[in-house]
């Protein structure tokens, strides 16, 4: 094992899919000159070039209907977004090209293409930099969407995205970049579709990812000095689901919650609490309940943005609610 920050997992993730393959490469913003915005990319130019790490003009609908071409043509390229709330820019080049061309060409071409896109608050980005985005892509068949919440994920997922002969949409939270973690040495892939079970436990489901599982695992902790034994699954990849995990563990504790960053309305958190509503009925023994955030857009404000914010606390205060 070695302990190193998110970014610099990423940053290992690329380095050896691109030594291994060297139809891999990577194109964004700033990406050969800055290293991306958030340093996530550097040193990849001194290493491979500047024909596999291609700064591009600050088009998100070229550099998609790029990849998507680059793909169809046998590359792998990795695209850059520098911020998720981009991606709307370029959003046909995604779900009507990227997500259904191997489907509309009948398996004959495949689009192995992987979006980076960081998304999440960080302090006063405000609303155009800041959002978390997920749901949209788990509505469009044809994409797979992942969304590692720890280092040693991060670097596996990638790493399993990049070997995708799928579309990957590849969700990483701004705030989780510095943070460090032990990530296994060597050869290191994470199964996209398949949560993780961060700790067991009897009483309740708690499901969670991304940054959010930071707070989850705060409100557990907590939980756990009144003696309520929580259940933490990190749902790791949103888009295929993770199904049988979850319901696994509904069966087990016959209690779940569901807490996401993202605007409650519409989010991801609504298609877990249907599954158990759909498989999982018999199950449960409380209502189940969902935690995100509310219905505006997030605020610059530096006290607006705080109250805006899902923390361990409002967690805490859900599962108690259960219970």
């Not at 001194?46 to 591009?56: L, P, S």
């Not at 009948?106 to 293409?113: E, H, L, N, T, Y």
């Not at 009483?203 to 707070?215: A, E, N, Q, R």
């Not at 990190?234 to 689901?241: A, E, G, K, Y």
Request: with cysteine; hydrophobic share 45%.
């Amino acid at each position: 094992m070695k302990n190193i920050t998110f970014s610099q997992a990423t940053l290992e993730a690329m380095e050896e899919e691109m030594n291994r393959d060297p139809s891999v490469f990577v194109m964004g913003e700033d990406i050969a000159r800055q290293g991306g915005i958030f340093g996530q990319f550097k040193g990849l130019p001194e290493k491979f070039g500047c024909d596999r790490v291609k700064d591009t003009p600050i088009s998100e609908t070229a550099i998609i209907g790029a990849s998507v071409g680059a793909a169809l043509a046998g590359m792998r390229p990795v695209a850059d977004m520098h911020f998720a709330d981009f991606i709307g820019v370029c959003m046909d080049e995604v779900f009507n090209q990227m997500a259904k061309v191997h489907y509309m060409f009948g398996g004959q071409k495949s689009v192995p293409v992987v979006l980076r896109a960081p998304d999440g608050i960080v302090n006063q980005a405000a609303a155009q930099h800041s959002q978390c985005i997920e749901a949209w892509f788990a509505h469009i068949p044809g994409v797979k969407v992942v969304i590692p919440s720890n280092a040693a994920d991060a670097k596996g997922l990638l790493k399993s995205a990049i070997r995708d002969e799928n579309p990957v949409i590849y969700f990483e939270h701004k705030g989780l970049f510095p943070m460090k973690g032990d990530v296994p040495e060597g050869e290191h892939l994470v199964e996209i579709g398949k949560a993780r079970i961060d700790r067991e436990g009897k009483d309740l489901t708690l499901v969670s990812w991304s940054m959010m599982m930071h707070h989850a695992t705060k409100a557990a902790d907590k939980l756990a000095t009144e003696g309520i034994s929580v259940e933490l699954i990190d749902l790791r990849s949103i888009s295929p689901l993770d199904k049988e995990t979850i319901l696994a563990s509904v069966a087990k504790t016959g209690r779940l919650c569901v807490a996401h960053e993202a605007v409650k309305q519409g989010g991801v958190g609504g298609e877990i609490v249907a599954l158990a509503a759909e498989e999982g009925l018999e199950y449960l023994d409380a209502p189940v309940v969902r935690v995100g955030a509310p219905f505006c857009p997030v605020p610059f404000a530096r006290p607006l943005e705080q109250a805006y914010r899902v923390t361990a606390d409002t967690i805490y205060n859900a599962v108690k609610k259960i219970l």
